[in-house]
Nanobody, 125 residues
Framework: QVQLIESGGGLVQAGGSLRLSCAAS????????MGWFRQPPGKEREFVAA????????YYADSVEGRFTISRDNAKNTVDLQMNSLKREDTAVYYC??????????????????WGQGTQVTVSS
């Protein structure tokens, strides 16, 4: 198991930016594919972005492609999500995720074994 703690959420105006950070601890974090999911109000949790173990490849949901950037620092055991040009529909609780196997938009949330507690992002108009 790996423990995940998110930070950086908050309230921002549409068009603004926020940076989320996830601190990982426990088992060797570099063994895990890392990702971000989000759960908008009244909706199911959905994939946002993922990054491979070495940080060399990233994947994004269509809705955030070109606006969000995922990155990881294996020396610090952190994974960040830089969110630019935020829209009201980005309002959600954002969760950090870790999985030994691949994370993508096809990955069911039930297959992700490690979750953070979530951090609220609210985008106002």
């Amino acid at each position: 198991q790996v423990q995940l703690i998110e930070s950086g959420g908050g309230l921002v105006q549409a068009g603004g930016s926020l940076r989320l950070s996830c601190a990982a601890s426990g088992r060797t974090v570099t063994n895990y594919i890392m990702g971000w999911f989000r759960q908008p109000p009244g909706k199911e949790r959905e994939f946002v972005a993922a990054i491979t173990r070495d940080g060399g490849t990233t994947y994004y949901a269509d809705s955030v492609e070109g606006r969000f950037t995922i990155s990881r620092d294996n020396a610090k055991n952190t994974v960040d999500l830089q969110m630019n040009s935020l829209k009201r529909e980005d309002t959600a609780v954002y969760y950090c995720a870790a999985r030994f196997f691949a994370i993508s938009k096809q990955t069911p949330t039930s297959a992700v074994g490690n979750w953070g507690q979530g951090t609220q992002v609210t985008v106002s108009s």
